[in-house]
C-alpha cells in the first residue's frame, strides 16, 4: 500500500512526504498560516486536476494526437452547510485545437476514467486513529 508522512512544520505549515517527494502544505494567512503552500483542499483539486491531465495525455499519445496545448483546470466550490466539505469540483479539459469532435467525446471517456475522480465518485472507507508518541523509557 503506497504510504505518505505529513510532518507539523509550525503555524498551520506541514511537510508532506510521498515516497521520497516532499511538498509544503500550508493555510493561508487569513486561517493562521503564512500561505507558503497549497491548502490542503486545494491539493484535493489539484489531485484531480493533475489525474484528469494525466489520462487526457494517456488517450492522446496512445491514440497518436498531439499533446500540445493540453491544460487542465479546476475550481471548487465549498459546501454552506455542515459538516465543512468541498461541495463541487468542475473540471476543464483544454483538448489540442486540432483534436476532432469525436475524439473529444472519447477523451472525456478517457479522462472520466481518472482514479482520483473514481474515489471521489465512491468515497473510500476512511479510518483515523490518534497514536500516543512514546517516550523511551531510561533504564
Known sequence: MPYLTVTHRGSHRFEVNVEGHRLLVDEGVGAGGRDSGPTPTELLAASLASCAAAYAESYLT???????????ACHYRLSTEQPPRVAALDVTV?????????????????????????????PPMINVVVAALEIPSVV
Open 94 to 122: 483544454t483538448a489540442p485545437t486540432e483534436l476532432p469532435v469525436d475524439r473529444r467525446r472519447a477523451l472525456l471517456k478517457a479522462v472520466e476514467q481518472c482514479m482520483v475522480g473514481n474515489t471521489l465518485r465512491m
Open 62 to 72: 496512445s491514440h497518436g494526437h498531439s499533446t500540445s496545448g493540453l491544460a487542465v
